[in-house]
């Protein structure tokens, strides 16, 4: 089990993390989400000993690693945020050379190192230069790297930002594998759908501070049934949104306003069926004398666990 409570960095009288705190099993993953500036990167550069903490500790299997920072990079893949390579190296040439960055007996590495490539898709762009890589091969290399010392927890910080579905989607296989082979993963991102894809349990941050945290499923069960998401205009502004307020004062709890800034958003918990509310929905409309331009209703989905329980994007 690995523990992180109470990890907390400042720059000078910023807060970049207040209080962060949760447990990881192995095989499971948790991930980071928030905007930029919301200290996903810090809390990051944090657990893998780039910046010392202000306080906190990071326990595994007991010991508080904090106290003992080689034993942490011992037990961790990390791929950052942003990727640095030598385009002169053949990917080849690269693993050799985290290997011995990472302190590992290459002659017993080799082969683990070959394999990682083989797994990767890159068996044969081995012997090519890594500045020929596209974006996704790239990524797929330095995932590679991470793995190389058989890590224990894989630390991605935005690993698929820029490539397409199809790289993001493999590199995404790649880190399920991992994690069913054993393995924790801790991911930071601003990907909904990154998020939903990967992690069992989610921390939304936001200016440093964890706003919700829990399962994704949970999140989602605990903000309501159906989303609503309504316009009488093409173009809506604060008093065209105040108006439709009323309207929908008469279905009690059932029908929870939510403030926006471009539409009506409301929250419905009940348990009739989806096409029975936006019936219901059009004829409140109706009756109050306002006209419907655009109606949606689906069911929450992670962005809207975000935007409505935390805040906007900024």
Request: proline share 4%.
């Amino acid at each position: 089990m690995l523990s992180i409570k109470d990890l907390r960095k400042s720059y000078k009288d910023v807060a970049a993390l207040k209080s962060l705190s949760f447990d990881l099993e192995p095989g499971k993953s948790v991930a980071l989400l928030g905007p930029n500036g919301a200290g996903k990167s810090t809390a990051i550069k944090l657990m893998v000993t780039l910046l010392p903490p202000d306080g906190g500790s990071f326990e595994y299997q007991g010991r508080d690693l904090f106290k003992k920072p080689a034993e942490i990079r011992d037990l961790l893949g990390y791929v950052s945020q942003e990727m640095a390579m030598d385009k002169q190296m053949t990917g080849a040439e690269f693993m050799r050379f985290c290997a011995g960055l990472m302190h590992l007996d290459w002659k017993t590495h080799k082969e683990r190192a070959h394999a990682l490539l083989h797994q990767m898709g890159l068996e044969e762009a081995k012997s090519r230069l890594v500045g020929e890589y596209s974006g996704g091969m790239k990524r797929r290399l330095d995932l590679a790297s991470a793995l190389l010392n058989e890590p224990k927890i894989l630390v991605l910080d935005e690993p698929t930002t820029g490539l397409d579905i199809e790289a993001r989607e493999r590199i995404w296989q790649l880190i399920r594998d991992f994690m069913k082979a054993g393995g924790s993963l801790i991911l930071a991102s601003h990907d909904f759908r990154e998020v939903q894809e990967l992690a069992d349990d989610v921390l939304i941050l936001q200016k440093g501070e964890v706003t919700a945290h829990g399962a994704t499923e949970d999140l989602k069960r605990q903000l309501g049934d159906l989303i609503v998401k309504l316009k009488t205009h093409e173009f809506m502004n604060h008093a065209t949104i105040q108006a439709v307020r009323p309207v929908f004062e008469p279905w009690g709890d059932a029908m929870t306003w939510k403030d926006d800034e471009e539409e009506v958003t409301l929250v419905y918990k009940g348990d009739e069926p989806m096409h029975r509310v936006q019936a219901r929905i059009y004829e409140t409309m109706n009756a109050a004398g306002q006209e419907i331009y655009a109606l949606s209703v689906h069911k929450p989905e992670l962005e809207d666990v975000y935007r409505l329980s935390v805040g906007g994007m900024q």
